[in-house]
């Protein structure tokens, strides 16, 4: 298991093949622990939780309820581990990792969360000429429009793939003189496993299940009843 990002790392290595490329590209302002909510393996329930609550679907709403609660009650039971982790202390500001795909307005899960956490926000702003896109770390891909020096940061995200979206937000947090930077993503993105050691969460992986996500035009998700539930990470395991 990747060290950083907690997802599939080669055998005898201690981070994945993108986090070994981010600590490369960017050394010294990355975040300084990465944790996430809980793992999603393809076609999961959460999987599909986290496609439906940013769309115009049926279940949007209740999708988003269910990622609040897992965000607010991860929060509240492992934050204190996350923040000892990253050596700093509680959080003082709160920041969501922009949307990369060109989305006007606030991110979704930004509008779940605001006025749930007692934290002022830190916008951050895409740089123009950006590729807004991209999923490959970009240092110069956003900026922060006032001064952070000192600051503590959570920084708020709903997936992770490559992570190469919130660890170049996480950039542009430390150049803009943030001490530190906690990442709390609510669903790691994980291929479909079965029995493989390492997931984050479960104690021997996460088998991936054949129905429940979103398909071409005119399919939707299987009911929610039918979908197993999501694998929370426990920091403490």
Not at 2 to 26: D, K, L, M, N
Request: hydrophobic content about 40%.
């Amino acid at each position: 298991m990747c060290a950083c990002c907690h997802g599939p790392a080669g055998r005898g290595f201690a981070r994945c093949f993108q986090c070994r490329v981010h600590a490369e590209s960017a050394p010294g302002l990355l975040a300084d622990v990465v944790a996430p909510v809980a793992c999603v393996p393809k076609d999961s329930r959460l999987a599909t939780d986290l496609w439906v609550y940013k769309s115009v679907w049926p279940g949007a709403r209740e999708a988003g309820e269910t990622l609040l609660a897992l965000l607010l009650v991860f929060l509240r039971d492992q934050g204190p581990r996350v923040w000892q982790r990253a050596g700093m202390p509680t959080p003082g500001c709160a920041c969501m990792v922009p949307s990369g795909r060109g989305r006007p307005g606030s991110h979704p899960l930004e509008a779940l969360v605001r006025g749930r956490l007692s934290l002022p926000w830190v916008p951050l702003l895409a740089r123009q000429g950006a590729d807004a896109w991209g999923r490959v770390l970009d240092p110069g891909r956003f900026c922060a429009p006032r001064p952070l020096t000192g600051q503590a940061v959570l920084l708020l995200d709903d997936t992770w793939a490559s992570g190469g979206t919130a660890q170049s937000a996480a950039v542009a947090l430390k150049r803009a003189g943030a001490q530190s930077v906690a990442v709390v993503v609510v669903g790691r993105h994980l291929p479909a496993v079965t029995g493989s050691a390492g997931v984050p969460g479960t104690p021997d992986g996460a088998p991936g299940i054949s129905r429940g996500v979103p398909g071409p035009a005119g399919a939707y998700p299987a009911p929610r009843s039918a979908r197993p539930a999501p694998l929370v990470n426990r920091l403490d395991r």
